[in-house]
């Protein structure tokens, strides 16, 4: 029996590809990466060899180098970003809020509204794009040593903090606390209802709905869909809405929105998860219009990446960056402060 692949993740949904081997009894003594080379069919060996210099190559539990030999009934697993996409990144002058950048990692604070990368209806106008012309000014003549990386994503509509890395390495590197969940993420969020809770954790295997491509479906029985696992905290009671603070276990599509629906909380004007309908309160014309006046100024699901915690992936010193507020969301909390007072 030849080596047998074990396990592949590779779906749209993820940044990652998670690939686990077995070497056979009688494997013979190779370099791993010519080994996985045979293995990884569509991978070159200049980026296996990147992923080893990245310590993302495990061998029974600890990262090696690309001149390890393969021995029987080894267990090897890999972590790498997929290939680039065939799609061209256009540099293009737009302005973005860049709160940190050396050498390796850029982060930047993505206003709501700006579509992250560029795909389908979405070529031009992105923050890659942003972020290539961002490049290209700074290193003239640059070659493909030096890019913009993504380790995650957030929702267009989503406003926060995103990081990037520069070099395939520390994308790697990057890439495998995402992957491990050893990243730490807190959103803040406005939601429909009240909780009888302070804090709570949401888990539920999350995929695309069966009925809908375009939304994410929470599936309790675990039958379909990825694992994925919300903490919550209520920050503020607002009456008719809550103001909570969520942190990300894992990092799945839509992850905060389609939990907080499956628990009977849709974001505040999430229109893709019911949000965007008065959930709760009165009937009366006045409460009606000030709702949408509420609509009016958030024009987009009330979600914000507040904060973003994770080792550098050069130096090893752990980074931490906080972001304000958006001014749309700050508007809609105080209207909702001063609309309770004013009960």
Known sequence: MSEEIINEEN????????????????????????????KMLNTSRSRIQNAAKAGTIIVNGNAVKSNYKVKPKDIISVVMSHPPRDVEIIPQDIPINIMYEDEDIIVVHKSAGMVVHPGHNNYE????????????QKYPNHGPEIEANLVHRIDKD??????????????ARLGKQFFDHSIERKYIALV?????????????????????????????????????????????RLGYVTAIQC?????????????MKYIGHPLFNDATYGGDQILKGTTFT????????????????????????????????????????????????????????GE
Not at 13 to 26: C, M, N, S, T
């Open 11 to 38: 779906t749209d949904q993820e940044l990652f590809e998670h690939f686990r081997f077995e070497a056979d009894p009688g494997q013979n003594t190779v370099r791993i990466d010519k080994f996985l080379s045979g």
């Open 125 to 136: 106008g992105t923050l890659l794009n942003a972020l290539r012309f961002h490049i290209d």
């Open 158 to 171: 989503t406003s926060g903090v995103l990081l990037v890395a520069k070099n395939e390495i520390a994308q």
């Open 192 to 236: 429909w209802g009240d909780f009888n809770n302070e804090e709570g954790t949401i888990e539920g295997h999350i995929g695309r709905s069966l009925k809908d491509r375009r939304v994410m479906t929470v599936f309790a029985d675990g039958e379909y869909g990825k694992s994925a696992i919300t903490h919550y905290k209520v920050i503020e």
């Open 247 to 259: 942190q990300l276990e894992t990092g799945r599509t839509h992850q905060i929105r389609a939990h």
């Open 286 to 341: 006045k409460y009606k219009q000030f709702v949408n006046n509420c609509f009016k100024l958030i024009p987009r699901q009330a979600l914000h990446a507040k904060s973003l915690g994770f080792i550098h992936p050069s130096t090893g010193e752990y980074m931490f960056f906080d972001s304000e507020l958006p001014e749309d969301m700050q508007a809609v909390f105080e209207k909702w402060r001063n609309y309770r007072v």
